[in-house]
């Protein structure tokens, strides 16, 4: 699927669909096309990267360009390792990635940056990762880090396996096998999931963090929609997902300390919040260390960050001028709110919010 804007009239049309819908679910909000972003912009700016982000970047985009309407801006919801890829080699002037930039992706010369010049990642997008399940009659599963770690690794097979049974007492669960299905392209979404797996179940889940499923289990699908159509088709089947793509799924509830908690943007905005900036990076690079094993009652440790990823500096200043117009409108109150009413996404906290602002001011 790609995500392309064409020119001012369908922006129009577009921005007013979503700002009706968001009316619709949440009377009195603010539209999403409410931009202190300049009108005099022109130019293309082309995003690939994080098909988490894809509903956010779709009412982004449709905002942003209403008040720029000489502004072109298409997004590609690859993946997040295709996007950083991209942005790396230059055929994306921005990367949409749920995973900050690794060291040796840092080491690297970024083709569309000004000489000496690396990415940064901006972080743009919150959204808790649903443990979501395809099950007929089975409601409100109860799990935990360890058995969601053995269910992904295959070494729970059945949904009545005992591990399940302690945590669901009364519940009905089929002797059916499990089919787990994950994905199957570089994932952000990926990267945060094992990263939770492997802090809160390390005796189970034997494997790092990593944006490459580590298992040769289950089923494998390209994407966040990939993901969702594949648990959606097949009966008895669990997956790992961005909320955003999770409807018509049942979501599992996770224990965080003693108890049960049910999916909140709320508890993954939370966690974000108390977790620290990651040491060791360039000034403006904002990537977050995200606190795992917060088990504050109502916290979602099961979250993922999603970045924008830019350059400090461009080779061209034109580009440096669209980047910085449009992830200055992204972290607007307007922008954060219309994508928390379409995609279901934790706008930023005020604080981050403006750390970001702050940062995208020092691109040129």
Same mark, same amino acid.
């Not at 064409?6 to 577009?14: E, M, N, S, V």
């Not at 939770?196 to 966040?224: C, I, R, S």
């Not at 990823?309 to 034109?318: F, G, M, P, R």
């Given at each position: 699927?790609?995500?392309? /804007? ?77 996007? /950083? ?97 994950? /994905? ?107 606190? /795992? ?72």
């Amino acid at each position: 699927m790609k995500l392309k /804007r064409l020119g001012a009239p369908l922006a129009i049309l577009a921005a007013a669909a979503i700002s009706l819908t968001a009316c619709a679910s949440n009377e009195g909000s603010t539209p999403a096309t409410t931009s202190a972003a300049p009108s005099n912009l022109s130019g293309t700016l082309n995003g690939i990267g994080s098909s988490a982000q894809g509903t956010a970047q779709t009412t982004w985009i449709a905002g942003f360009q209403q008040d720029n309407p000489k502004v072109t801006i298409n997004y590609d919801p690859q993946g997040s390792g295709a996007g /950083r890829t991209s942005f790396i080699s230059g055929a994306a002037d921005y990367a949409g990635s749920d995973a900050a930039l690794k060291d040796a992706e840092l080491a690297s010369t970024f083709a569309g940056c000004a000489a000496g010049s690396k990415g940064i990642d901006l972080p743009v997008y919150i959204s808790p990762i649903a443990v979501a399940y395809n099950v007929d009659g089975l409601k409100d599963l109860k799990l935990d880090a360890a058995t969601i770690a053995g269910i992904f690794s295959g070494a729970i097979k059945t949904w009545n396996d005992p591990k399940i049974a302690a945590l669901n007492s009364g519940a009905t669960l089929p002797s059916a096998n499990i089919t787990v299905v994950h /994905r199957s392209d570089d994932s952000g979404t990926t990267q945060n999931f094992t990263d939770y797996l492997a802090a809160n179940a390390p005796e189970v889940w034997t494997k790092p963090a990593g944006q490459t499923f580590p298992f040769q289990v289950g089923d494998a699908a390209k994407g966040t929609s990939g993901v969702a159509d594949a648990t959606k088709n097949a009966k008895n089947s669990i997956t790992y997902i961005d909320e955003s793509g999770s409807a018509g799924l049942s979501i599992a509830q996770l224990k965080v300390g003693d108890n049960f908690e049910k999916i909140s943007a709320d508890g993954a905005a939370a966690v974000v919040a108390a977790s620290p900036i990651a040491s060791g990076r360039e000034a403006n690079d904002l990537a977050i260390q995200i606190n /795992r094993k917060d088990t504050t009652k109502g916290a979602w440790p099961l979250v993922l960050v999603s970045y924008v990823i830019a350059c400090q500096e461009y080779k061209d200043s034109a580009k440096a001028d669209l980047v910085k117009g449009y992830v200055d409108y992204i972290v607007s109150d307007a922008a954060q709110k219309a994508a928390a009413e379409q995609a279901g996404s934790a706008p930023l906290s005020s604080d981050l919010a403006s750390k970001v602002s702050k940062a995208v001011a020092t691109i040129k």
